[in-house]
Each structure stands twice: as C-alpha cells, then as structure tokens.
C-alpha cells in the first residue's frame, strides 16, 4: 500500500476514524482505546501512565468535542500529517491537532498524534 500516492480527500477518509476514536477515547480516559492504532513505534512511548497524568493534567485532553475541521494534509518522508482545527467541549478557542499516519506491516498506523 502506497499511502503517499492517494489524494488528500482519500487520506482525510481514512484519517477521520482514527482522529474520531481518539477524541473519545482521550475523553474517557480509555488507554486501550486510545492506542488501539497506533504503531509500535508509538506504543512504546506512550505508556499508560504518562498518558494518564496527560489526561490528569491537561483539561484540553479531556473535554474535545466532535465538531473539528480538517484543515489538509502535509506529506514528509514516508508520513502524511492531518492538521485538525479541534475545539473543546469547556475550554474557549480552537486548536491545532496534528495526526501523522504512516504504513507498518502493511497497515496504516498512527505515528504521532497531537493537540496544542
């Protein structure tokens, strides 16, 4: 699978279940359900506790709402970024999110997932 070749429409179609699911998960606190896609790569530093004390921490994390705008895609190397405008269900303002999707073991995984 050749996930650089497709267009930004396609990768946003398969960028939107991973970002839903992280969204709810983040907001139940469900570490399984959060890491359920994420690479091995990414597994490895993203261990229950620290993200439990992100979760602890940080409200944005927390309290996403569902109401987001994909703003498009960035391709690096073998990655493609999906930039969100992300809003919260308690916090005012937008917010950036950035979701890195790459290929491993010939499935689409997640690389990098942020939110600022």
Known sequence: MNLLEKTDEEIIKIAEPFWNNLIISSNKKDYSGFTRDFSA?????????????????NELLV?????KTCLGCLRRGSYIS??????STKLPGEF?????LGVEDNE???FGATIF
């Not at 790569?41 to 602890?56: C, H, T």
């Not at 309290?63 to 109401?67: M, R, V």
């Not at 999906?82 to 809003?87: A, I, M, N, R, S």
């Not at 950036?96 to 890195?100: C, K, P, S």
Request: no cysteine.
């Open 41 to 57: 790569e990414m597994l490895y530093g993203a261990n229950e506790i620290e993200i439990g004390k992100q979760w602890s921490t």
């Open 63 to 67: 309290n996403l709402s569902s109401d």
């Open 82 to 87: 999906v930039l969100y405008k992300q809003t």
């Open 96 to 100: 950036l999110g950035r979701l890195v």
């Open 108 to 110: 689409i995984k997640i």
